[in-house]
């Protein structure tokens, strides 16, 4: 066995292709394949059922794989308590929902490249269930989400908190509607645009609602979208009022394009999360990059 077929194996379990592992490694295809065929040869074991359509990884393969990932961050942590690095640059993968990815991610980012300038990142973007999953299959190392999914196999910190508000038009009618002091409920008389079922943020509003005594059959829903730009372009033309995020919120506030009507009830709050595996042994760079995001929003 040699850390090379790990590395392997370890990329074909995490991206469930042995093309794409050998794209991502800069090996050709066929090398891939008698690296795999070569450790179950010698642990006499069948790691990967195999079809012309799709690779998914056996039960001894997902034990395999927990075993390897330690041998493999072992070894890593060897090269960098000797002052060396096999890799000229080190990478994190991660995925981030609609919030996190982006409008937390992009600076979060930024900020952690000026610090370790060397460190490339890859960024998935999903739903909170589509970033879930991915942990789930070994995809990416850390996810970014809004919502929790029950599941022994995760954990979750809470690292930052988001805020839903109420974006309207700009125009006299809503500035007058500001001055009078009027209440959420006055505010979602109003035609309302909704994001789609599926995204955690419609579920926020819908909970949101929920406190305020408010059904969304109460409100006068004019439109569904999937997106939350479209959702701000549509409102900065007047074709009625949302309830988004007030970090998705604070670009087109700034530019004059809309205007957000800020609750300061408690319940108006979310938290966001960081997740990955309750097993997950990360390596020195992951395990920074959690710090320097727990640092980053301790406040």
């Given at each position: 066995m040699?850390?090379?077929?790990?590395?392997?194996?370890?990329?074909?379990?995490e991206?469930?292709?042995?093309s794409?592992a050998?794209k991502?490694l800069?090996?050709?295809?066929?090398?891939?394949?008698?690296?795999?065929?070569?450790?179950?040869?010698?642990?006499?074991?069948?790691l990967?059922?195999r079809?012309?359509?799709k690779?998914?990884?056996?039960?001894?393969?997902?034990?395999?794989y927990?075993y390897?990932?330690?041998?493999l961050e072992v070894?890593?942590?060897l090269?960098?308590?000797?002052?060396k690095?096999?890799?000229?640059?080190?990478?994190?993968?991660?995925a981030?929902s609609?919030?996190?990815?982006?409008?937390?991610?992009?600076?979060?980012v930024l900020?952690f490249?000026?610090?370790?300038?060397?460190?490339?990142?890859?960024?998935?973007?999903?739903d909170s269930?589509?970033?879930?999953?991915?942990?789930?299959?070994?995809q990416v190392?850390?996810?970014?989400?809004?919502q929790?999914?029950?599941?022994?196999?995760l954990?979750?910190?809470?690292?930052?908190?988001?805020?839903?508000?109420?974006?309207?038009?700009?125009?006299n009618y809503?500035?007058e509607?500001?001055?009078?002091?009027?209440t959420?409920?006055?505010f979602?008389?109003?035609?309302v645009?909704?994001?789609?079922?599926?995204?955690?943020?419609?579920?926020?509003?819908e909970?949101f609602?929920?406190?305020?005594?408010?059904?969304?059959?109460d409100?006068?829903?004019?439109?569904?979208?999937?997106?939350?730009?479209?959702?701000?372009r549509?409102?900065s033309c007047?074709m009625?009022?949302?309830l988004?995020?007030?970090?998705?919120?604070?670009?087109?506030?700034?530019?004059?394009?809309?205007?957000?009507?800020?609750?300061?009830e408690?319940v108006s709050?979310?938290?966001l999360?960081?997740?990955?595996?309750?097993?997950?042994?990360?390596?020195?760079?992951?395990?920074k990059?959690l710090?320097f995001?727990?640092e980053?929003?301790?406040k």
């Amino acid at each position: 066995m040699e850390l090379k077929q790990l590395e392997i194996f370890a990329k074909v379990v995490e991206v469930q292709s042995f093309s794409k592992a050998a794209k991502e490694l800069y090996v050709s295809q066929p090398t891939v394949s008698s690296n795999i065929v070569a450790l179950e040869k010698e642990f006499e074991v069948k790691l990967f059922e195999r079809t012309t359509k799709k690779v998914s990884v056996t039960k001894e393969g997902e034990n395999f794989y927990r075993y390897a990932k330690e041998i493999l961050e072992v070894s890593e942590e060897l090269y960098y308590e000797f002052g060396k690095s096999y890799r000229q640059t080190e990478r994190i993968v991660l995925a981030g929902s609609t919030i996190p990815s982006l409008y937390i991610l992009p600076e979060l980012v930024l900020k952690f490249q000026k610090k370790y300038p060397n460190v490339q990142f890859s960024i998935e973007q999903g739903d909170s269930s589509e970033v879930i999953q991915k942990v789930l299959s070994h995809q990416v190392a850390i996810g970014m989400v809004g919502q929790i999914k029950e599941d022994s196999r995760l954990c979750y910190i809470p690292f930052c908190r988001d805020k839903l508000v109420v974006i309207t038009p700009v125009n006299n009618y809503y500035q007058e509607l500001f001055r009078t002091d009027c209440t959420i409920k006055r505010f979602l008389e109003e035609p309302v645009i909704f994001r789609e079922q599926k995204y955690g943020e419609k579920k926020e509003a819908e909970l949101f609602l929920e406190r305020y005594r408010i059904t969304e059959e109460d409100l006068n829903v004019i439109a569904y979208m999937n997106d939350q730009e479209m959702i701000k372009r549509s409102v900065s033309c007047g074709m009625g009022i949302s309830l988004i995020s007030k970090r998705a919120a604070m670009d087109y506030a700034e530019l004059g394009k809309i205007y957000i009507y800020e609750p300061d009830e408690e319940v108006s709050y979310r938290e966001l999360y960081l997740v990955f595996e309750a097993k997950k042994k990360f390596d020195k760079l992951e395990k920074k990059f959690l710090d320097f995001t727990m640092e980053t929003y301790k406040k």
